[in-house]
């Protein structure tokens, strides 16, 4: 069995945040983040997302901002 080479099966980035740099993350943009909300209101887990560690994180704290704020629901009901 061959192990497979990081250099050469370089993965394309799917991080939202990096590939739209003009993107501001930002607690009041419900459209946006409503993106990385699963059908249940849950905050979309990093392997689904496709986002990096930092703006996974920063997504995540912007979302739990929302909720606190009344602009996003906690659950889909
Ligand atoms: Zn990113």
């Known amino acids: ?3 497979t080479n990081r250099e050469t099966t370089q993965q394309k980035k799917t991080c939202f ?3 739209n740099n003009n993107v501001e993350i930002d ?3 419900a459209a946006l983040l409503g993106k990385f909300i699963s059908s249940y209101g ?3 887990p990093r392997k689904r997302s496709g986002s990096c560690t ?3 994180r920063k997504m995540a704290n912007a979302i739990k ?3 606190a704020m009344g602009i996003m629901s906690f ?3």
């Open 65 to 67: 901002r929302a909720r």
């Open 75 to 77: 659950t889909s009901r």
């Open 42 to 44: 849950k905050i979309m």
């Open 27 to 29: 607690y009041k943009d």
């Open 1 to 3: 069995m061959q192990r």
């Open 54 to 56: 930092k703006h996974q």
């Open 17 to 19: 945040f990096c590939l």
